[in-house]
């Protein structure tokens, strides 16, 4: 997980986070994993359905639950977009 990476937390994340109450953030940063419970606090933008920003939150979550939906392109790498016109 890093900053730009698009997550879902969900019930396996926290019980806080179960049915309705997930949410998909676009993180900002990732904290140092508690060593003992593996448990981390993240920084995210929480994003509706079209993908637009609606809040910035602050989470504390069990790392091993959070699914990664997207992921950021490594710097430098421009992400590869699809085309529609035929080549002849």
């Known amino acids: 997980m890093k900053p730009g990476d698009v997550v879902l937390i969900g019930a396996a994340c926290s019980p806080q986070f179960t049915g309705s109450r997930a949410l998909m ?3 900002v940063s ?3 994993p508690d060593p003992y419970h593996d448990w981390i606090w993240i920084t995210g933008y ?3 359905a079209r993908g637009d ?3 910035k939150r602050e989470v504390y979550v069990m790392k091993a639950g959070v699914v990664i939906q997207r992921r950021t392109a490594p710097a430098g790498e421009q992400p590869r977009r699809s085309s529609s016109r035929v080549r002849a």
């Open 25 to 27: 953030l676009r993180l």
């Open 30 to 32: 990732v904290g140092e």
């Open 46 to 48: 929480v994003l509706d």
């Open 53 to 55: 920003a609606t809040a």
